[in-house]
């Protein structure tokens, strides 16, 4: 009898109990709203986003409703207007060009390259049709992040970072997020910190961060962020900057911060088991394997790899197989969008592009979660059950 996985691909860890703790005192207190304090209190909102901008080394940070609602916020901030160009990666997850499309902004796609990182060379190419450029470390991968800034700057385009698949990780020892003018994080249950949803936004630049601060619902009650410039920056936009409310509560906060404190041991045991299954589908023959470079330190919260110009039905197959023996992957290359993954051409909103590199990469990913509930064996298994499927399809006829 064949091996088959028992375990499941969507299950996270449970809230750790400091932060279950933390949780039922914000709920006994009742005080849920940010701005809802007693005397001299500070929010577990605003200690939340002290405690990330002291991780990120920032010195603003903002918490709001979601991943998605940080990028839209931005975008806002750095200037985005209806009709405006926005560059983007072609390989990302739908909210990314979803939040260009938020603000009436047309979202134009850069290829992929097949270390799954934004293709430099198409982005240069391009640099001149936008002034800012939404970078999604889709998947957790990092493109040469100096080559990027060069660039960017060279062309005088902005960059905002989606960091949604990088919290904790770096380009060259800097943390992710800490190139771009801003930087956004998602504390989505299937992210690298749980609150459900919820998300993070974080940039130096004062004047960027009131006009966010202000748009994200602050009333005039910006005075009560901790991680925020001071009052006084607000003084010429407050009556400019139109409210749109996306603010994070205290039970969120608070069930996230013990959860930050912990970020970089949970980092590592991500990493173990990236390296797990990534040893074990080393040299599959018909599988290509990501390769990571030695300036990127990841957060392997998922792995990836390649089945280069496969058939859609020796790919679709090879799926039906691995999950009849309990192993669930994704494919980014599928024609319908399902689940979680589609394509550049399934955003129908964006003006269609020709993006031939990405079509022949994107038809060859396949996606993979390691949620932390697994054990080492588990992953060893996955592992097992990969390679020897693939190596069953790939010997029959017609596979490439
Ligand atoms: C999850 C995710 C987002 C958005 O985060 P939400 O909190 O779900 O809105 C943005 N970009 C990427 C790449 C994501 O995976």
Redesign the pocket.
């Known amino acids: 009898m064949c091996e088959v996985f028992k375990g499941s691909f969507t299950q996270q860890e449970p809230i750790c109990e400091a932060g279950i703790k933390a949780a039922v005192e914000v709920m006994r207190h009742g005080r849920l709203h940010r701005y809802n304090i007693a005397e001299g209190e500070i929010a577990e909102t605003a200690r939340l986003e002290q405690e990330f901008a002291a991780f990120m080394g920032t010195d603003y940070c903002l918490a709001v409703a979601?991943?998605?609602?940080a990028?839209a916020l931005a975008l806002r901030a750095v200037g985005v207007k209806a009709g405006d160009r926005v560059l983007t990666n072609a390989f990302?997850?739908a909210?990314?060009p979803g939040a260009i499309a938020s603000l009436g902004a047309i979202p134009v796609f850069v290829e992929v390259t097949q270390d799954l990182t934004i293709d430099l060379d198409d982005l240069a190419a391009r640099s001149d049709q936008a002034k800012v450029l939404l970078l999604?470390h889709?998947r957790g991968h990092i493109c040469d992040m100096d080559r990027l800034m060069e660039i960017c700057d060279a062309a005088g385009v902005v960059v905002v970072e989606?960091c949604?698949?990088t919290m904790g990780a770096r380009w060259r020892g800097v943390l992710s997020g800490r190139h771009g003018a801003v930087a956004c994080y998602?504390?989505?249950t299937?992210?690298h910190i749980n609150s459900g949803?919820?998300?993070l936004l974080i940039s130096d630049d004062a004047a960027l961060m009131a006009r966010a601060i202000m748009m994200s619902g602050s009333y005039m009650l910006f005075a009560r962020h901790t991680a925020a410039p001071p009052p006084q920056e607000f003084d010429s936009i407050k009556y400019e900057m139109p409210n749109i409310s996306g603010r994070m509560d205290n039970l969120r906060a608070a069930i996230l911060r013990p959860q930050l404190a912990r970020l970089a041991q949970q980092c590592a045991a991500w990493n173990e088991r990236y390296r797990t299954v990534e040893k074990g589908l080393q040299s599959t023959p018909g599988l290509t394997v990501i390769s990571r470079p030695r300036e990127e330190e990841f957060v392997g919260s998922s792995i990836q790899f390649l089945l280069l110009d496969w058939t859609d039905a020796a790919i679709a197959g090879l799926l039906d197989r691995c999950a009849a023996r309990g192993v669930e992957l994704k494919w980014f290359g599928g024609a319908e969008p399902a689940g979680f993954t589609s394509r550049y051409d399934s955003w129908r909103y964006a003006p269609s592009q020709s993006l031939p590199q990405s079509d022949r990469i994107l038809r060859a990913i396949v996606d993979m979660r390691l949620p932390l509930t697994f054990s080492l064996e588990d992953c060893a298994q996955i592992a097992r059950i990969i390679r020897a499927e693939v190596g069953a399809v790939w010997q029959s006829p017609g596979v490439a």
């Open positions: 979601s991943g998605g609602y990028i990302t997850l909210p990314v999604s889709m989606d949604a698949h998602s504390t989505q299937y992210k949803e919820g998300g």
